[in-house]
Nanobody, 114 residues
């Protein structure tokens, strides 16, 4: 059973940083690409960042490129999202997801506000 548990969200001022973590279990983590999605209030869920199974290639939405960095630790079954230079429009619930399964975690709330 695929399980994804996100953590690390919170309230941060504009320009600040947060690091999100996702603990994955129930599947062969190192065999699969992983992604971070986000859903802002009143908007559809969108892909923010993706990383290949070995970590050698990453992709980002234009809105986060240059500010967010996705990474993974296959030994620990963890995926991370380092978020810098945060903006109010980054406010959303953030979810990690394995691209090959339909399961979602509970998400972690990120609020960027002064």
């Amino acid at each position: 059973q695929v399980q994804l548990v996100e953590s690390g969200g919170g309230l941060v001022q504009p320009g600040g940083s947060l690091r999100l973590s996702c603990a994955a279990s129930g599947f062969a983590f190192s065999w699969h690409a992983m992604s971070w999605y986000r859903q802002a209030p009143g908007k559809e869920r969108e892909l923010a960042a993706r990383i290949t199974r070995g970590g050698g290639s990453t992709n980002y939405a234009d809105s986060v490129k240059g500010r967010f960095t996705i990474s993974r630790d296959n030994a620990k079954n963890m995926v991370y999202l380092q978020m810098n230079s945060l903006k109010p429009e980054d406010t959303a619930v953030y979810y990690c997801k394995c691209q090959d399964f339909d399961s979602w975690g509970q998400g972690t709330q990120v609020t960027v506000s002064s």
